[in-house]
């Protein structure tokens, strides 16, 4: 029995380390470099607080997952758990609490003057409510990924870069992948993130799907002193602080497009954020980049066999890639494995 | 005999040193003597002060670098305000200026330890494949974070404001030296709409440091000093009403048709319909042990130490390289009063101009050629250096070690392109070792590969200032007439300035230079 899977994101090589230990012959192949995509370019926030019941239990299985595969791997995501604050102009926009609760999540309700516990310097006039889940983290994505394909590696996974592939099927059913030289495969799972829509439109796969682009940026380094990642949910304004003392913020994307930076986007950013912490303003901005992810139109993940059969679709994570990403590939792992037993 | 008090020049015999009002700034809390009209780094640097920072991991000094805001060495707290690089603000009675790094502060740092101890317990990317355990992992995360980060989080809000413009122009000129002077007055002078931005106090770029005269013909200015050659291309630019000169703006990015830059503290936000990048050059170094100590310098800082402010860099200098650089600043080191212990040239032969070279060796410098730095010595700043010859293969000879005695040594071994904003345009790029480094490819009208942005000058490729001016001619003349300017008169200049570029490197220099742009220039051409 043997796995192919496209992309080397967060899901693609989860789900090829999963599967390895199974015993199950795998390889990944990526169009680019690891860290190319989404994986490579998000800043990092993970939270369980989420609307939807699946989306919770995922993230708190996720939350696990985390711990058990930085021992298992032996390799740190330089993974901090000092929570996750979402910040608010209306209660409403806060979400779902008491379904968060429910599912065992503490999360806290603040007033805007409360947070000023949690960090100093916010502006309380720039939103009226928060909520504050202690267990929320912000990951390096790096070395997220650097763990897992050194994961995949120690257990024999092959992991091609720059190796952009087609799937080939026959009769609805996969064959493989071609990319100039064909690799047999019994099953193929389409991780390919924002690229998995291609994918699937050139299989005929109709899926209805927006992609998205998203802008972050980092300024020069100061010593560590914003402690959780914040989320302003009515701005859509998001920053933390990295390991090394960045102020890594952007704007939720609401609108596709390349993967270009853009000025505009700096202007705005700029003013939100200075705007929520004042004392930022005149520190220079280093570097600025775009990122491109899926999203479907629930906001909900697709893990589940498609009608070709063989094809594994495990993409649609949108902006939750790093809270949900290591749970969905668990679970497809495990659909994978019975798949290859029934047959 | 040039006269030195507090570490100034106050007599020079070519440049005059107006000093402003005696202010008093505080350096950790130590009062120091300053005038305005100096940056924090150069009066620090001439009360003394050697160490203004810490490298992160090793805790290894860090000094005086390269005085143009572009290295992080300087990085120091500034009345509260954090990473402040102190070579570009100006001192300000009662300043406050704290070192970052270090413990207590940069200069008496007990953690400089490091450097030995550090790879040992804690080798590179420890953070990611030791302590595993979850536990300790989670306890080296916390731990780590306390290390991490330069700075401390701004205690102020910043005073500046933000303000923000917007601004169309028909031709966005990026550098002021002399390329980029030459750019904006030949596009300017044909009716555009001109931009200039810079991002220094004044124009002139590189020029402003050059005390001597320039070689060549009378009509390309041979004769003149080079900070006089600054001065006239600044008068002949102010005379054109129609060309906007921004000082201390700083283009941070082409976005496709839209540039963005910083005016100080106001946001630009310039919609220009050509564009010509004109960034010039960084200085290049060299690998040897302790060539990170404080007193290991370019020769661009030690000139604009010396030059632009009237600090004397030390009182024994050692110049690594022959180029007409390092010749030039040797004599312009004598000329300050400093003593030059000696000049080393990797290559069997001097680089420069031989006249330099004359002129240096009969003050009595040694030049020794076919010799390379192995190292600088001293714990805090440069109390020395050795030498050594090298054999055909460019290796150092065993026994021919010598020791210098020296409290700066300065490397001048070329230049290479500051190309990052056409890399980041999308610019098709080349590696030319004849033009110094990675440069763009080019029209012979200097268009790089994406349409409407030109380059001229040491971007383009490294050469002198001539050959920049002559460069930013024909980008800013082509500009306009791209854009349905300048008419007949503007098409026969272009002619004429192409050949007269020509007819300039017909010299044994230029061959080396036409060698390198036969390798980036772009097959299509655009005819007029």
């Given at each position: ?195 998995s829509k291609e994918i699937n439109d050139k299989l005929g796969i109709k899926e209805e799907k927006r992609i998205i682009r998203e802008e972050i940026c980092v300024t020069e380094s100061i010593k560590p002193y914003i402690d959780p990642y914040i989320l302003h949910a ?110 | ?35 305005e009209g100096e940056t924090v780094a150069a009066a620090l640097y001439a009360s003394g002060v050697r160490i203004f920072s810490r490298s992160f991991r090793w805790h290894r000094p860090r000094g005086f670098f390269c005085a143009i805001g572009k290295c992080s060495a ?160 600044e008068e002949e630019l102010r005379k054109i009403p129609n060309v906007d000169i921004r000082l201390e703006t700083k283009a941070f990015g082409i976005y496709g048709k839209i540039v963005g830059a910083v005016e100080k503290s106001k946001l630009l936000r310039i919609i ?257």
């Amino acid at each position: 029995m043997r796995v192919a899977i496209i992309g080397a994101g967060i899901a693609g090589l989860a789900t090829a380390y999963f599967l390895a230990k199974e015993g199950i012959k795998v390889e990944v192949f990526e169009q680019k470099f690891l860290l190319h995509g989404a994986s490579g370019r998000n800043s990092g926030g993970i939270t369980a607080q989420f609307d939807d019941e699946e989306l919770i239990k995922l993230a708190i299985r996720n939350e696990k997952l985390y711990d058990k595969l930085q021992s298992e791997i032996g390799f740190n995501f330089l993974l901090r758990k000092d929570g996750y604050l979402k910040l608010a102009n209306s209660i409403e926009e806060l979400g779902r609490i008491e379904l968060q609760r429910k599912f065992g999540l503490k999360v806290k309700i603040m007033e805007a003057e409360e947070v000023r516990n949690i960090f100093e310097d916010i502006n309380t006039e720039a939103f009226k409510f928060a909520s504050f889940y202690p267990k929320g983290a912000i990951v390096f994505p790096w070395a997220v990924i650097w763990g897992l394909a050194k994961g995949c590696k120690d257990l024999g996974v092959k992991i091609y870069d720059f190796t952009k592939v087609e799937i080939v099927a026959e009769d609805g059913k996969v064959k493989g992948v071609k990319s100039g030289e064909f690799h047999e495969a019994d099953v193929v799972v389409n991780a390919a993130g924002a690229w998995s829509k291609e994918i699937n439109d050139k299989l005929g796969i109709k899926e209805e799907k927006r992609i998205i682009r998203e802008e972050i940026c980092v300024t020069e380094s100061i010593k560590p002193y914003i402690d959780p990642y914040i989320l302003h949910a009515s701005e859509g304004l998001f920053l933390s602080q990295s390991m090394r003392g960045e102020i890594v913020g952007g704007i939720v994307g609401k609108s596709d497009g390349g993967m270009t930076s853009s000025l505009d986007f700096l202007i705005r950013y700029a003013k939100l954020v200075t705007r929520l912490v004042p004392k930022l303003k005149g520190l220079a901005v280093l570097r600025q980049w775009a990122g491109i992810y899926d999203e479907t139109l629930d906001g909900k993940p697709k893990m589940c066999f498609s009608e070709i059969k063989g094809l594994y679709q495990l993409n649609g994570f949108g902006r939750k890639g790093m809270s949900i990403g290591l749970a969905c590939a668990e679970i497809a792992s495990k659909e994978i494995l019975k798949f290859t037993q029934e047959e | 005999m040039v006269k030195v008090v507090d570490g100034r020049l106050v007599e020079h015999p070519i440049l005059k040193f107006n000093r402003g009002k005696e202010v008093t700034i505080y350096f950790n809390g130590k009062p120091i003597k300053a005038y305005e009209g100096e940056t924090v780094a150069a009066a620090l640097y001439a009360s003394g002060v050697r160490i203004f920072s810490r490298s992160f991991r090793w805790h290894r000094p860090r000094g005086f670098f390269c005085a143009i805001g572009k290295c992080s060495a300087c990085m120091m707290e500034v009345d509260g305000i954090p990473n402040v690089r102190t070579c570009k603000v100006y001192v300000r009675d009662g300043m406050q200026i704290k070192t970052q790094s270090g413990f207590p502060n940069a200069e008496k740092d007990f953690f400089g330890v490091m450097d030995k101890l550090i790879d040992r317990i804690f080798p590179h990317g420890s953070q990611y494949t030791k302590f595993n355990n979850k536990i300790f992992r989670e306890m080296l995360i916390s731990r780590l974070r306390s290390f991490a980060g330069f700075g401390n989080a701004p205690k102020v809000e910043f005073s500046g404001n933000a303000d923000y413009e917007e601004i169309e122009c028909d031709v966005l000129v990026i550098g002021g030296g002399p390329a980029g002077m030459s750019a904006a007055i030949n596009a300017g002078k044909y009716g555009a709409k001109v931009l200039l931005i810079d991002e220094n106090p004044n124009l002139g770029g590189q020029l402003v440091k050059q005390t001597h005269r320039f070689f060549g013909s009378a009509k390309h200015r041979a004769g003149t000093r080079g900070i006089k050659i600054a001065k006239i291309l600044e008068e002949e630019l102010r005379k054109i009403p129609n060309v906007d000169i921004r000082l201390e703006t700083k283009a941070f990015g082409i976005y496709g048709k839209i540039v963005g830059a910083v005016e100080k503290s106001k946001l630009l936000r310039i919609i220009p319909k050509k564009i010509v990048v004109v960034t010039g050059a960084y200085e290049r170094t060299l690998i040897f042990e302790n060539n990170d100590l404080p007193g290991v310098y370019g020769a661009g800082g030690v000139q604009t130490l010396m030059n632009v402010y009237g600090i004397k860099p030390g009182n024994r200098g050692l110049i690594v390289g022959s180029g007409n650089v390092g010749l030039i600043l040797s004599y312009q080191l004598l000329q300050a009063g400093v003593e030059v212990a000696a000049i080393v040239e990797a290559m069997p032969r001097i680089g420069g101009y031989f006249v330099h070279a004359a002129k240096v060796r009969r003050l009595g410098v040694p030049i020794y050629v076919r010799h390379t730095i192995i190292r600088a010595i001293g714990k805090d700043h440069v109390r020395g250096a050795v030498i050594a010859q090298l054999d055909d293969k460019w290796r150092p000879i065993p026994g021919s070690e010598k020791k210098i005695d020296c409290d700066f040594i300065c490397v001048a071994v070329g230049l290479s392109p500051t190309h990052e904003l056409l890399y980041q345009a999308g610019c098709k790029m080349k590696f030319v070792p004849e033009l110094g480094g990675l440069v763009p490819l080019r029209t012979k009208f200097n268009e790089t590969s994406v349409e409407g942005i030109y380059v001229a000058g040491d971007v383009a490729g490294i050469e002198e200032a001539t050959s920049a001016i002559m460069n930013g001619r024909i980008a800013g003349i082509h500009a306009v007439i791209a854009l349905g300017l300048g008419g007949e008169m503007a098409k026969k200049e272009l002619k004429e300035s192409l050949r007269d570029l020509e007819e300039f490197r017909a010299g044994p220099f230029g061959e080396r230079i036409i060698c390198g742009i036969e390798k980036c220039i772009l097959a299509k051409e655009v005819e007029i």
